[in-house]
Nanobody, 114 residues
Framework: QVHLVESGGGLVQPGGSLRLSCVAS????????MDWYRQAPGKERELVAA???????NYAESVKGRFTISRDNAKSTVYLQMNSLKPEDTAVYYC????????WGRGTQVTVSS
């Protein structure tokens, strides 16, 4: 059974920071590309950041310079450090694991107030 569990979401003021975590089980974590997606009400789910098995990373243009994705293979955990948060960052943030299949967590709510 594959389980991805996100945590760390919450309410934060514009300019604030949050650190999201996603703990994975049931997969060989080190062989999986790990992604953070987000979905705001009425919008499609979008890729925020990805970290590959060699630790290379990709970011959406909207978060470059503000967000940092990292992984700890020993803990089977991927993180998303979010700084300088903006109201438009408000969304449910989802963790995704990609290898032969793709697995999703249930998401954690991030709300950035105005």
């Amino acid at each position: 059974q594959v389980h991805l569990v996100e945590s760390g979401g919450g309410l934060v003021q514009p300019g604030g920071s949050l650190r999201l975590s996603c703990v994975a089980s049931g997969i060989i974590f080190s062989l999986n590309t790990m992604d953070w997606y987000r979905q705001a009400p009425g919008k499609e789910r979008e890729l925020v950041a990805a970290i590959f098995i060699d630790d290379n990373t990709n970011y959406a243009e909207s978060v470059k310079g503000r967000f940092t994705i990292s992984r700890d293979n020993a803990k089977s955990t991927v993180y998303l450090q979010m700084n300088s948060l903006k109201p438009e960052d408000t969304a449910v943030y989802y963790c995704n694991a990609r290898f032969r299949s793709s697995y999703w967590g249930r998401g954690t709510q991030v709300t950035v107030s105005s």
